[in-house]
C-alpha cells in the first residue's frame, strides 16, 4: 500500500515537472515580425514589431518593437513598448528593456519618454498597423527572438 502511494506521488510530481517546463514556451510564445533588416561594417541590423500584441484603444496605438544589433560576438536587443497618437501623428516609448544574447540585461519604466514626430518609426508603424486588435493592452515584455 506504501509502495503505490509513492509511486502514484513520483508520477503526479514528475507531471506537474514536465508542466513546468512546457507550459511557459505557450503562454510567452511570440511573434516577431521582420520590418528592416540592414548591414553596416559587419554588423546587422534588425528592426522588428510583435505582431501579437498590437493594440489600438481611444485612438492610440501600442506595440512592442525590437531592434537588433548582431555583432561577431554576440547581439545587443532593444525592446520597446511604442505608443502613438494617431490624432497628433506622435509617438513615445512607454517602456525600454536592453538584452545582451537574449538575457535580460536592464528594464526602465518608470515614465514615459517625450513625444516625438511618428516619422522616425515610420516603417515600425506601417508594419503594426497591419496587426492592430481593438482593446487589450500589449502585455508584458516578449522575449527577443
Given at each position: 500500500m506504501e509502495g503505490r502511494k509513492y509511486l502514484r506521488n513520483m508520477i503526479v510530481c514528475v507531471l506537474l515537472l514536465l508542466l513546468l517546463f512546457l507550459l511557459p514556451h505557450e503562454l510567452f510564445a511570440v511573434n516577431w515580425v521582420l520590418v528592416k533588416s540592414s548591414r553596416?561594417?559587419?554588423?546587422?541590423?534588425?528592426?522588428?514589431?510583435?505582431?501579437?500584441?498590437?493594440?489600438?484603444?481611444?485612438?492610440n496605438i501600442r506595440f512592442w518593437y525590437l531592434e537588433k544589433i548582431i555583432k561577431p560576438l554576440?547581439?545587443?536587443?532593444r525592446v520597446?513598448?511604442?505608443?502613438?497618437?494617431?490624432?497628433?501623428?506622435?509617438?513615445?516609448?512607454?517602456?525600454?528593456?536592453?538584452?545582451?544574447?537574449g538575457m535580460?540585461?536592464?528594464?526602465?519604466?518608470?515614465?514615459p519618454g517625450d513625444f516625438q514626430d511618428e516619422s522616425k518609426l515610420k516603417?515600425?508603424?506601417?508594419?503594426?498597423?497591419?496587426?492592430?486588435?481593438?482593446?487589450?493592452?500589449?502585455?508584458p515584455v516578449p522575449t527577443p527572438p
Amino acid at each position: 500500500m506504501e509502495g503505490r502511494k509513492y509511486l502514484r506521488n513520483m508520477i503526479v510530481c514528475v507531471l506537474l515537472l514536465l508542466l513546468l517546463f512546457l507550459l511557459p514556451h505557450e503562454l510567452f510564445a511570440v511573434n516577431w515580425v521582420l520590418v528592416k533588416s540592414s548591414r553596416i561594417l559587419g554588423w546587422t541590423l534588425e528592426e522588428y514589431i510583435e505582431s501579437d500584441t498590437v493594440a489600438e484603444q481611444d485612438g492610440n496605438i501600442r506595440f512592442w518593437y525590437l531592434e537588433k544589433i548582431i555583432k561577431p560576438l554576440g547581439a545587443e536587443q532593444r525592446v520597446l513598448k511604442i505608443e502613438d497618437v494617431t490624432a497628433t501623428h506622435q509617438v513615445r516609448v512607454l517602456e525600454t528593456h536592453f538584452f545582451v544574447n537574449g538575457m535580460l540585461k536592464k528594464s526602465k519604466t518608470d515614465k514615459p519618454g517625450d513625444f516625438q514626430d511618428e516619422s522616425k518609426l515610420k516603417d515600425p508603424l506601417s508594419t503594426a498597423l497591419k496587426y492592430v486588435k481593438q482593446g487589450a493592452d500589449t502585455g508584458p515584455v516578449p522575449t527577443p527572438p
